[in-house]
């Protein structure tokens, strides 16, 4: 496992840690993208949104790592997910880890 330090102006001090499972971004001691958050909104999306058909836009403020989008994508596949993120850090992150999110 190796720990990368970045500072940023938005979120202090943000940490990337590469795991064999992928990547975890923490940001002030708290995770803010991982597989456990990941699998907090798979929970999350099954128990509060029982009609998941009658989604189709989704906006997201503060995208941090991205965690977000693999539970996005697979309950509400035909959903445009437009999301916004002020930490230019925070995007680079997401541009240069493994998370297969295409951004504009």
Known sequence: MTTQRFQSQY?????????????????????????????????????????????????????????IMKPINSYFPKAEVYAVEIDPIMITLVKNTSLKIQLA
Do not use: C, M
């Not at 001691?29 to 991982?34: G, K, N």
């Not at 929970?43 to 509060?48: R, V």
């Not at 029982?50 to 995208?63: A, H, N, Q, V, W």
């Open 11 to 67: 979120n202090d001090i943000i940490y990337l840690k590469k795991e064999k499972n992928g990547y975890t971004i923490i940001v002030n001691e708290y995770i803010q993208s991982s597989t456990a958050i990941e699998l907090i909104w798979d929970e999350a999306f099954e128990k509060l949104i029982p009609d998941k058909s009658s989604i189709f836009k989704i906006l997201i403020l503060g995208f941090a790592g991205g965690s």
